[in-house]
Structure formats: C-alpha cells, structure tokens
C-alpha cells in the first residue's frame, strides 16, 4: 500500500505506453523524468467530459509558456490504451505538445496511490484528477482534485512555476 504520491517524493517506477510511428510503444517512467523538468497530469479518462472540454486542452493552450518557464516535456495520462490516449490528442490537437500516455491496467495510478473505483459509472478502476511537476523524477509540486479543477490546471501549475 502506497499513500498518495507528496511534494518531494520520487516519481513511482513504472511503464506506460505510447503511441511512436502508428505502433504501441512501452515507456518508462526513467525515460520521461531523468534529468528532466516534467509537467504531468492525470485525467480519469480520455474523450470524457471535464478532460476533453478544460483539462487537458488548458496544458496545449499553455504548452509554450510551460515550455519557456524550463519545462522539457508536458505528459499526459489515462486508465486507457495507447490507441485511444493517440485518437483523443489527435482529435484536441494536442499530439506534439503533450506526451500522451496510457496507463492500461492502472498498474502505475495504484503505485501511486492516485487510482480510484469509479466502478459504479461503468468505468472500473481509473486515475483520480491531478497534476504534478517533478524535477529529475522528484515531485516539487502536486494538485489533486477530487472535483473540478482548481488544483490540477494548466493555470494552477502555471502559478506554482511562475512562484519558482
């Protein structure tokens, strides 16, 4: 049992799969956050209301002023597979900006500690809302939403590496 990911933290090890020349391609979590500065958020699902109308097109919309503040990558996960995280950037326009990243079984939402039972909507078990920035794979920042938006936005991270 892991409690929930915190400020200074090591990012929880574990593989995701992205999309690279129309195939299925693994990625590790070493391969995104080594020596990097990393703005990642977590939606509970891909083509699902709140995330394709706010969250994850506010982190396309400030990919540059992410990008100028010093961050190298801006990802983007789901409790889905790679075709769908791949179909859902491409239908906002954001695959090139934001790494989209499938989290298929919710092995890495559970490592840490962000997964949520959202069985009882038909969706089974999914990522709860949030957004991190992590430096070298340490977490400097974390908002978690457990309703709306207000700590997991492109805005909010904004504001946390603006203060930085």
């Not at 699902?45 to 506010?58: D, I, Q, V």
């Not at 709306?148 to 590496?161: H, P, Q, T």
Request: glycine share 10%; proline share 4%; charged share 20%.
């Amino acid at each position: 049992f892991f409690l929930r990911m915190q400020v200074g933290d090591t990012v929880p090890e574990g593989t995701f799969t992205t999309m690279v020349d129309g195939k299925p391609t693994p990625m590790t979590t070493s391969e995104i956050f080594s020596g990097k500065k990393v703005v990642f958020f977590s939606v509970p699902g891909a083509f699902t209301p709140t995330c394709s109308k706010e969250h994850c097109p506010g982190f396309g919309l400030m990919a540059s002023s992410l990008k100028s503040l010093g961050v190298d990558t801006i990802a983007c996960v789901a409790v889905n597979d790679a075709f769908v995280m791949d179909a859902w950037g491409e239908n906002l326009k954001v695959n090139g900006k934001i790494l989209m990243l499938a989290d298929g079984n919710a092995a890495w939402a559970k490592a840490a500690g962000m997964d949520v039972d959202l069985s009882a909507y038909g969706m089974g078990v999914r990522s709860k809302r949030f957004a991190f920035v992590a430096e070298d794979g340490k977490v400097t920042h974390i908002g978690v939403d457990d309703a709306g938006l207000e700590k997991s936005s492109a805005e909010s991270v904004l504001a946390f590496l603006k203060g930085n």
